[in-house]
């Protein structure tokens, strides 16, 4: 039972949290010491910082958004394989707008506890996102 209750928490989250930008959901359905995993952005470790993160992402792409493309769960994991698009038409740190579209594809896994996301591992291509938006050189340049 509870495996479909997980289910629908992070199909709830893709869509509130993602694509509708509701941070405050992240309250609701991530457990107090939530602990993220995520490579490409270190610096996100707890429910705080992963609201600050994301509407930095939603100030850079305002028009963000997040497919699952499979979602699979057992016990107290769901795994989620998803693609994210969306325009770079704000500043992404210094990162001035380029308004290049931008497609990166990845996959979350989540730990529930108590119905509750308690911990997520990430794995998608940040330098991937940098690329399309222009700001790493492309390899034709860089030999120049």
Known sequence: ????????????????????????????????????????????????????????????FPDMHMTIDDLIAERDRVVVRWTWTGTHTGFLGTIPPSENSVTLHGITIELFADGKV??????????????QIGAFPVAAEVGR
């Open 1 to 60: 039972m509870y495996v479909e209750a997980n289910r629908a928490i992070a199909r709830y989250v893709a869509e509130s949290v993602w694509n509708q930008g509701k941070l405050d959901v992240i309250d609701d359905v991530f457990a107090p010491g939530f602990v993220n995993h995520d490579p490409s952005a270190y610096q996100v470790g707890d429910c705080r910082t992963l609201k600050r993160w994301i509407e930095r992402l939603r100030v850079a």
């Open 118 to 131: 308690a911990e997520a591992w990430w794995s998608y291509d940040g330098s991937a996102m940098m690329l």
